[in-house]
């Protein structure tokens, strides 16, 4: 009877422990993920508008300016200080900066001006991920 008191006891105590885990795991700042988020949908409908061969200038300079809105949020929002990783956000923000000045009106140059906001991109993310 003994045992099993306190099977049932350590099971509940586990129980609340896991509860309270993932309350704390929920609160953490939800700011880093959501500028990814954000950047990876842009991206993608980007992506999307190259693999289907329609790329209208106003939706591109839509999504390429959300790209270079976003891609400011990184450094303050992440919090990091990190010279190297300022820099690769820098860059990341240049290169956004550039396709939006160049304003790509056809997919061939759509591909031309993502192909380094992508890099950078990779780049990043092999890094600190």
């Known amino acids: 009877m003994r ?3 306190m099977i049932l006891l350590g ?5 609340l ?4 885990v993932m309350n704390t795991l ?4 939800p700011m880093p993920a959501a500028v990814m ?12 508008a190259l693999k ?13 300016e959300r790209v270079q809105s976003t891609a400011a949020d990184i450094v303050p929002v992440f919090g990091v200080s990190e010279k190297e990783f300022v820099d690769d956000a820098g860059q990341l923000q240049t290169h956004a ?33």
């Open 3 to 5: 045992v099993a008191l």
């Open 11 to 15: 099971g509940v105590i586990g129980i």
């Open 17 to 20: 422990g896991t509860v309270q």
């Open 26 to 29: 929920k609160d953490r700042n």
């Open 37 to 48: 988020h954000t950047m990876d949908y842009h991206m993608g409908q980007l992506g999307k």
């Open 52 to 64: 289907a061969k329609q790329c209208d200038a106003a939706v591109v300079k839509h999504h390429l």
């Open 97 to 129: 900066q550039e396709a939006v000045q160049a304003a790509p009106a056809d997919c061939a140059a759509l591909a031309v001006v993502m192909k380094p906001i992508g890099q950078a991109c990779k780049s990043c993310h092999q890094k600190y991920r």
